[in-house]
């Protein structure tokens, strides 16, 4: 190996450390030597006679594994791991069963310079380990280098980091799944639920108080009737993997609430379980799954809890610093930052495509978990030349067999070159999709020009996802999640009020697309606040009546609030944490009935929920287009109607084939100006029945016999019908259109989006 620089004066490896006596006694006799091992599987796996350990370390000198006492304080044996292969460092120790609490120390070159950062004296966590014991204690031990010295990451730190570091724990898969089953709903019927797992449950009435903000609390039948009778199909939970809360936070009083700051990528957050065992979490998924609900988890790998190179040595940078990470090519010492939080997970290097494979198929064979959410998305795809559709990982994840049935889900940007990437990740995953949430927060503010970017966003964003035979589920719609305002803030608030975070109000987005109606926040005004309840209806109805997959943000339903706090990441508290009396006070109630109906139509109703993007090339019945859009008067829109600046009138038919010779037809009003609008129905007229209206919740499937129907200010109408539909499918194409291709056909006039 490769010796230190020799302008560091400290030296290459960590210096013996004496071990703190015990009084503990362990159930068997601690091993002295590993016996040889296979090199995989990777983390440690145990049977009747011992465990097997196997870790990536590929410019380690040595590797230790140190074996603790029950209570994580003191380390009882330190034994060397045999064997190397292919920079897996792995050997087998007799009597280490269950329950045993472990971590590593590795010995090698510490040259910074170089991006190799070694320090014998970090006891380091299993990336793998699939159980943590204690939580992290922050102090300056927990650095490589010295905190403080003149010479900063470059100095050496000689200081035991052990009793600060949570501990790995030896485990074994014991919980009986039974007959339970993956609920696979397909993607157009899915509705997901982005929730915390802690915040959804901390003041739910009807759950105990010690199980409250826990798994346990998760799959109680209090929480999952919520669901049910809402007609959610899948919940979507922010990071649960084992986590760091980070040191300035802490200094602050405060916590890494969010949880986007993963330590273990394979252990459930501890403290999100009441009896501190794992099988809490997988009794959840399986309640939820009896409840035909899928879950879904938000994963964090394209960075880790460690920071910059600055930050502390707690698993991967001990481990293997310049593997694990981007650095900077004509400096390793430091780190490239493309996630704007220190560090970036190098996705080129087959070692972590393979850590981040590893713990999705364990996510999905040790607790059925149905899909996954991946924060900042485009890093996993970065290769030499920046983001490729083609990356190693998506091809890699892309024909996985185990994860192949899941949902996957990307947020298709970070913070580096070229990091928007929406509607550029590969065919089989789905993307948030942001320019539907700025386009509708727009459109129903009142901003001008927004009537062509609507119809973009209620056509599935067709100009964003339609090509390489992607659906419309590929576009996750939402108007508001975790980051950003609640929709009750949203029309309750101008600007953020961030106070509580710390920051002095400087951190979260300034650019909110919100309109409080004329008084910032809370108000006794009765003409505000119809205002602000019909625009939330008007909201909501459109993203559930939006081609594409709706997200609904937890307690959107009911009216929650975070008093505008845009940025919540921080506060685990009841400023982030569910107010459930607000869903049994009059307005809640009648909020979360109101979008039990909107999910309850859209399942329904297959128009409003189309596996296929619609450009009115298709004809389900004889002069009737799949999707066509009209003015108030019933005309058909023609590019200068879609280019008129102060249009906020929008008339949209959606027609789809049943079998049996039937068709189904929706037709959409919308209407946000300050006055009521008559809309002229189009031509042909159909039975139609007025199922929704947004402006008056006691309208509720009513026959429509009028020409004509007046829609109020700042509020939608559905209107659904079904006709005879004698023939077959016919197709309007050009000459030089492929009948085959409906979706290459010549489209008439569509929607012009201004960006």
Same mark, same amino acid.
């Not at 789905?430 to 056509?459: I, K, M, T």
């Not at 339903?557 to 869903?583: K, P, V």
């Not at 297959?606 to 019933?634: A, K, T």
């Given at each position: 190996?490769?010796?230190?620089?020799?302008?560091?004066?400290?030296?290459?490896?960590?210096?013996?450390?004496?071990? %703190?006596?015990?009084?503990?006694?362990?159930?068997?006799?601690?091993?002295?030597?590993?016996?040889? =091992?296979?090199?995989?599987?990777?983390?440690?796996?145990?049977?009747?006679?011992?465990?097997?350990?196997?870790?990536?370390?590929? =410019?380690?000198?040595?590797?230790?594994?140190?074996?603790?006492?029950?209570?994580?304080?003191?380390?009882?044996?330190?034994?060397?791991?045999?064997?190397?292969?292919?920079?897996?460092?792995?050997?087998?120790?007799?009597?280490? /069963?269950?329950?045993?609490?472990?971590?590593?120390?590795?010995?090698?070159?510490?040259?910074?310079? @170089?991006?190799?950062?070694?320090?014998?004296?970090?006891?380091?966590?299993?990336?793998?380990?699939?159980?943590?014991?204690?939580?992290?204690?922050?102090?300056?031990?927990?650095?490589?280098? @010295?905190?403080?010295?003149?010479?900063?990451?470059?100095?050496?730190?000689?200081?035991?980091?052990?009793?600060?570091?949570?501990?790995?724990?030896?485990? *074994?898969?014991?919980?009986?799944?039974?007959?339970?089953?993956?609920?696979?709903?397909?993607?157009?019927?899915?509705?997901?639920?982005?929730?915390?797992?802690?915040?959804?449950?901390?003041?739910?009435?009807?759950?105990?108080?010690?199980?409250?903000?826990?798994?346990?609390?998760?799959?109680?039948?209090?929480?999952?009737?919520?669901?049910?009778?809402?007609?959610?199909?899948?919940?979507?939970?922010?990071?649960?993997?084992?986590?760091?809360? $980070?040191?300035?936070?802490?200094?602050?009083?405060?916590?890494?609430?969010?949880?986007?700051?993963?330590?273990?990528?394979?252990?459930?957050?501890?403290?999100?379980?009441?009896?501190? $065992?794992?099988?809490?979490?997988?009794?959840?998924?399986?309640?939820?799954?009896?409840?035909?609900?899928?879950?879904?988890?938000?994963?964090?790998?394209?960075?880790?809890?460690?920071?910059?190179?600055?930050?502390?040595?707690?698993?991967?940078?001990?481990?293997?610093?310049?593997?694990?990470?981007?650095?900077?090519?004509?400096?390793?010492?430091?780190?490239?930052?493309?996630?704007?939080?220190?560090?970036?997970?190098?996705?080129?290097?087959?070692?972590?495509?393979?850590?981040?494979?590893?713990?999705?198929?364990?996510?999905?064979? %040790?607790?059925?978990?149905?899909?996954?959410?991946?924060?900042?998305?485009?890093?996993?795809?970065?290769?030499?030349?920046?983001?490729?559709?083609?990356?190693?990982?998506?091809?890699?994840?892309?024909? $996985?067999?185990?994860?192949?049935?899941?949902?996957?889900?990307?947020?298709?940007?970070?913070?580096?070159?070229?990091?928007?990437?929406?509607?550029?990740?590969?065919?089989?995953?789905?993307?948030?999709?942001?320019?539907?949430?700025?386009?509708?927060?727009?459109?129903? @503010?009142?901003?001008? *020009?927004? @009537?062509?970017?609507?119809?973009?966003?209620?056509?599935?964003?067709?100009?964003?996802?339609?090509?390489?035979?992607?659906?419309?589920?590929? /576009?996750?719609?939402?108007?508001?999640?975790?980051?950003?305002?609640?929709?009750? $803030?949203?029309?309750?608030?101008?600007?953020?009020?961030?106070?509580?975070?710390?920051?002095?109000?400087?951190?979260?987005?300034?650019?909110?697309?919100?309109?409080?109606?004329?008084?910032?926040?809370?108000?006794?005004?009765?003409?505000?606040?119809?205002?602000?309840?019909?625009?939330?209806?008007?909201?909501?109805?459109?993203?559930?009546? /939006?081609?594409?997959?709706?997200?609904?943000?937890?307690?959107?339903?009911?009216?929650?609030?975070?008093?505008?706090?845009?940025?919540?990441?921080?506060?685990?508290?009841?400023?982030?944490?569910?107010?459930?009396?607000?869903?049994?006070?009059?307005?809640?109630?009648?909020?979360?009935?109101?979008?039990?109906?909107?999910?309850?139509?859209?399942?329904?109703?297959?128009?409003?929920?189309?596996?296929?993007?619609?450009?009115?090339?298709?004809?389900?019945?004889? %002069?009737?287009?799949?999707?066509?859009?009209?003015?108030?008067?019933?005309?058909?829109?023609?590019?200068?109607?879609?280019?008129?600046?102060?249009?906020?009138?929008?008339?949209?038919?959606?027609?789809?084939?049943?079998?049996?010779?039937?068709?189904?037809?929706?037709?959409?009003?919308?209407?946000?100006?300050?006055?009521?609008?008559?809309?002229?129905?189009?031509?042909?007229?159909?039975?139609?029945?007025?199922?929704?209206?947004?402006?008056?919740?006691?309208?509720?499937?009513?026959?429509?016999?009028?020409?004509?129907?007046?829609?109020?200010?700042?509020?939608?109408?559905?209107?659904?019908?079904?006709?005879?539909?004698?023939?077959?499918?016919?197709?309007?194409?050009?000459?030089?259109?492929?009948?085959?291709?409906?979706?290459?056909?010549?489209?008439?006039?569509?929607?012009?989006?201004?960006?």
């Amino acid at each position: 190996m490769n010796a230190p620089q020799p302008a560091i004066p400290q030296p290459a490896t960590a210096e013996p450390i004496t071990l %703190q006596p015990s009084t503990a006694q362990p159930v068997t006799p601690l091993p002295v030597a590993a016996l040889p =091992s296979a090199s995989w599987p990777l983390g440690a796996h145990c049977d009747a006679r011992g465990t097997h350990f196997a870790v990536y370390a590929s =410019s380690a000198e040595q590797v230790l594994v140190c074996l603790f006492d029950a209570a994580g304080r003191s380390e009882l044996q330190r034994v060397a791991l045999p064997e190397c292969t292919d920079g897996v460092w792995h050997g087998y120790l007799p009597g280490v /069963s269950v329950g045993q609490l472990y971590g590593y120390r590795v010995q090698g070159p510490y040259e910074p310079e @170089r991006g190799l950062r070694y320090n014998a004296n970090k006891l380091l966590v299993d990336p793998y380990a699939r159980r943590l014991a204690g939580t992290l204690r922050w102090s300056d031990a927990l650095y490589g280098y @010295r905190m403080g010295s003149p010479r900063a990451d470059l100095s050496f730190d000689r200081r035991d980091s052990a009793p600060g570091v949570p501990k790995g724990v030896v485990t *074994g898969e014991r919980f009986d799944w039974e007959d339970d089953r993956p609920p696979r709903i397909p993607w157009s019927e899915t509705v997901i639920y982005e929730a915390h797992l802690r915040g959804l449950t901390m003041r739910l009435e009807g759950i105990p108080e010690p199980l409250r903000g826990t798994a346990a609390a998760l799959g109680h039948e209090r929480t999952i009737a919520h669901l049910r009778a809402l007609g959610i199909t899948a919940i979507e939970l922010l990071p649960i993997h084992s986590l760091v809360h $980070d040191r300035p936070l802490v200094d602050r009083g405060l916590v890494n609430y969010w949880g986007y700051n993963t330590l273990g990528f394979f252990a459930p957050e501890p403290r999100y379980l009441a009896s501190g $065992d794992p099988d809490e979490l997988k009794a959840a998924v399986k309640a939820l799954h009896a409840a035909g609900i899928e879950v879904l988890l938000d994963v964090v790998y394209n960075h880790s809890c460690e920071g910059s190179e600055r930050g502390p040595t707690l698993s991967l940078r001990g481990l293997d610093n310049a593997g694990y990470y981007r650095l900077q090519a004509d400096n390793p010492r430091f780190c490239v930052n493309d996630t704007g939080v220190g560090n970036t997970l190098n996705f080129q290097h087959q070692r972590v495509v393979q850590l981040a494979l590893d713990s999705l198929r364990h996510w999905v064979a %040790q607790y059925h978990i149905d899909g996954f959410r991946f924060d900042l998305g485009v890093t996993l795809g970065r290769e030499a030349g920046g983001f490729d559709q083609g990356a190693g990982f998506f091809d890699a994840l892309l024909q $996985d067999p185990l994860l192949a049935g899941t949902k996957l889900i990307s947020e298709p940007w970070d913070l580096g070159p070229g990091g928007y990437q929406l509607g550029n990740h590969p065919p089989g995953m789905a993307e948030w999709n942001d320019r539907f949430r700025d386009d509708v927060r727009r459109f129903w @503010r009142g901003d001008p *020009g927004q @009537r062509g970017a609507l119809a973009a966003r209620l056509q599935g964003s067709a100009d964003v996802f339609d090509h390489q035979h992607r659906r419309p589920w590929a /576009s996750i719609n939402f108007v508001t999640a975790h980051d950003g305002f609640t929709l009750q $803030d949203w029309v309750s608030y101008n600007q953020k009020h961030n106070e509580a975070n710390g920051e002095d109000n400087k951190d979260g987005s300034n650019d909110n697309e919100s309109n409080n109606w004329g008084v910032e926040g809370p108000t006794d005004d009765a003409h505000i606040l119809e205002r602000r309840t019909r625009v939330k209806r008007a909201v909501l109805a459109t993203l559930l009546f /939006s081609h594409g997959t709706p997200m609904l943000l937890a307690g959107d339903e009911f009216g929650r609030t975070q008093g505008g706090n845009n940025n919540a990441y921080c506060q685990d508290s009841e400023l982030s944490w569910l107010d459930w009396s607000l869903a049994g006070s009059p307005q809640g109630l009648q909020q979360r009935a109101f979008v039990s109906r909107l999910i309850s139509l859209r399942r329904e109703q297959r128009c409003l929920r189309s596996d296929y993007f619609q450009h009115g090339v298709v004809e389900p019945l004889p %002069q009737v287009r799949d999707i066509e859009w009209f003015d108030e008067n019933g005309d058909t829109m023609r590019q200068e109607d879609w280019e008129f600046w102060e249009g906020r009138l929008l008339c949209v038919r959606r027609a789809i084939r049943l079998p049996a010779g039937r068709a189904e037809l929706c037709l959409l009003l919308a209407n946000n100006t300050d006055e009521p609008h008559r809309f002229q129905l189009p031509q042909p007229l159909f039975s139609w029945s007025l199922r929704v209206d947004t402006a008056d919740l006691l309208v509720v499937d009513r026959p429509v016999h009028e020409l004509e129907l007046e829609v109020a200010a700042h509020s939608v109408q559905l209107l659904t019908a079904q006709a005879e539909a004698p023939g077959t499918v016919a197709m309007v194409h050009a000459a030089t259109d492929s009948p085959m291709q409906p979706q290459r056909a010549a489209r008439p006039v569509m929607p012009k989006v201004e960006r």
